[in-house]
């Protein structure tokens, strides 16, 4: 243990203590292995149990935007072998557990024309490497798995995997709607795999650096000891997070960027021949997948595990990261609950047309924010302003002239 | 060390040579995929972190999308087990010519270059000193090479976008 971990308050430095005690239990030749291991499992562990309880308060919380209560019923199940039985519902709390028993359970369906081993490759394929990014990502102060200098790209990396797995998905089922979703759905990562990356560039050219916990710590600053210094807080930083929300929407097939999956037009999507725990891979590989994006989201713009002022430090750094965390994720839903979901040709129009341009020139506006660091007293209103107008003024003409000659639709028969 | 060094070969070399000999083209296409990926292991392996990342980027990411896409718009008719033999001597012939000559100047390449002798340590470069290194010393090759990949970029798309004329019969 560190000299600098050893200064902290206890509950920061608590799981770490708890992993190296279980480490100390260990033979020594084997405590290398433990450690890591011990990280994996943390990982692997924490981020599946968010997983359920996230796919619960997706149910509950679209079921109250539509009226209705929602999964409550499921409680806990009555074993025989018990005196008396808890009749508690828990809120519907322990429904994705009776989910994975269901998904576990069900008859597992491969089609005889399907190419087997690619078929059963793909769900595999997609949760290892959606479960991969979760390495990079500081839950908090002291607790990143692993700390890289290429940190980032490596999360973009491990993540690009995922279209592959879709395109094996799609292909192996041997059905013509899985494959043509497929093609549509890859055009659709492609294109906002691009405004992805590009609203992530003006953190790497204003910090300098790709390190994930640099970046973090490059934004525990305060102005007045109260102002956060959080990259959302800048133009260039606000303009690039709400691009990055865009894209993260669209890679993760989420409403309304849901195509992929689009029911009314092609079945279920590369997912038509899957059932069983195929299926609910799959399905968490898109929950992990959205998870990793959000926690990057935070880490690079919301200042990751930092708290938003001082005096709120005391909260230990992990609750900070995942409450943010919890944000986001509650926002994607609130989105699901709220847009309607776009054509193909809107969607890729959207990322071409929109947000690329607009993701180029945010690059442009961060590299101005950099070079005018040393501005200081009634200069640096001026170079607020020039980076407000920077990002106001191409989103105005960008999106009048786009939406030139298109008027709200009329409706004739239905008003 | 030099045990994960074999099997990354392995990995790269056997994954290359499947990919060869497989009727299936889409296999293949994953295979090569598979053997892109050992590339970057074995620059895991060499400490070259920045390189791997960017190679499974590239390569895993998005060359492999190009591959598969021509693939399947280019394959003709269903089956897709049908032999592809040399229909005649002169196709084999010219096959072997041009592989020979391409092995003879990489070959050549390979052996003139005058590679420094390694320095007792090896040099710890990180993220920063690559980028810093590419931009100054190699700035010229890079906005040269960004300059012919978007003139690429741009021809793709021309021949790509081939615009037919509008509907007649409904300005008729």
């Known amino acids: ?415 | 060390m030099t045990v994960a060094l074999f099997l990354i070969a392995g990995l790269m070399l056997g994954s290359a040579g499947v990919a060869l000999l497989l009727r299936n083209l889409i296999h293949s296409a994953l295979l090569l995929v598979a053997s892109w990926a050992g590339v970057a292991a074995f620059y895991l392996w060499a400490g070259a972190e920045f390189v791997a990342f960017a190679q499974i980027l590239v390569y895993v990411g998005a060359i492999s999308m190009v591959v598969l896409f021509a693939v399947l718009l280019t394959r003709q008719g269903l089956e897709i087990s049908r032999p592809v033999e040399p229909d005649a001597q002169w196709r084999a012939f010219s096959a072997i010519t041009v592989g020979a000559c391409l092995a003879a100047v990489l070959g050549s390449a390979i052996l003139s270059t005058k590679l420094p002798a390694a320095t007792a340590t090896a040099p710890t470069l990180s993220v920063k000193d690559t980028g810093l290194e590419l931009m100054n010393h190699h700035g010229a090759a890079l906005l040269i090479v960004g300059l012919i990949l978007t003139v690429a970029l741009l021809g793709a798309t021309v021949l790509a976008a081939t615009d037919k004329p509008q509907k007649t019969e409904d300005a008729a």
């Not at chain 1, 290398?32 to 499992?41: D, K, Q, S």
């Not at chain 1, 087997?116 to 990014?133: E, G, N």
């Not at chain 1, 713009?301 to 609750?319: C, K, R, V």
């Not at chain 1, 106001?392 to 000659?405: D, I």
């Open chain 1, 1 to 415: 243990m560190s000299a600098v971990l050893a200064s902290e308050p206890f509950l920061e430095r608590a799981p770490l203590e708890l992993r190296d005690a279980v480490v100390q239990l260990l033979p020594a030749p084997a405590q290398w292995l433990g450690h890591h291991l011990i990280t994996i499992l943390a990982v692997v562990l924490g981020f599946s149990l968010f997983f359920a309880f996230t796919t619960v308060a997706e149910r509950k919380l679209l079921g109250r935007l539509q009226n209705r209560l929602g999964p409550n019923r499921a409680g806990v199940p009555k074993f025989s072998i018990l005196p008396f039985h808890l009749r508690h519902k828990l809120f519907g709390l322990s429904q994705p557990f009776a989910d994975a028993i269901k998904a576990l359970t069900k008859e597992d369906i491969v089609p005889a024309a399907a190419d087997k081993l690619l078929h059963f490759l793909a769900p595999v394929v997609v949760v290892a490497f959606s479960l991969m990014t979760f390495a990079v990502l500081p839950v908090g102060r002291h607790l990143v798995p692993v700390e890289l200098d290429a940190a980032l790209l490596y999360f973009f990396a491990a993540g690009c995997a995922s279209e592959l797995a879709l395109f094996m998905a799609g292909w192996s089922s041997r059905n013509k709607y899985s494959l043509l979703a497929a093609m549509r759905a890859l055009a659709q990562l492609i294109s906002y795999e691009l405004p992805l990356i590009l609203s992530v560039v003006p953190i790497v050219l204003v910090t300098g650096t790709l390190s994930t916990v640099a970046i973090v710590q490059s934004q525990g600053v305060w102005s007045f000891g109260l102002l956060p210094h959080w990259f959302v807080f800048t133009p260039w930083g606000f303009a690039g997070f709400i691009i990055f929300l865009i894209a993260t929407l669209a890679e993760t097939n989420r409403s309304p960027f849901d195509l992929p999956e689009a029911e009314s037009e092609l079945v279920a999507g590369h997912l038509t021949e899957y059932s069983g725990f195929k299926y609910a891979l799959f399905f968490m590989a898109e929950y992990f997948g959205m998870t990793a994006l959000s926690g990057l989201g935070v880490t690079l713009f919301l200042g990751g595990w930092q708290a938003p002022a001082p005096f709120l430090e005391f909260i230990p750094s992990y609750l900070w990261f995942m409450g943010k965390l919890v944000g986001m994720l509650v926002f994607f839903i609130w989105i699901r609950g709220t847009l309607l979901r776009l054509r193909i040709d809107q969607l890729t129009r959207l990322s071409w047309q929109f947000l690329v341009p607009l993701a180029l020139l945010n690059v442009g506006n961060a590299a101005f924010w950099s070079l005018t660091a040393h501005w200081s007293g009634p200069l640096n209103l001026v170079r607020w302003a020039i980076a407000l107008a920077l990002v106001v003024t191409p989103f105005l003409l960008l999106g009048r002239t786009l939406s030139a000659g298109f008027a709200p639709r009329t409706y004739r028969y239905a008003s």
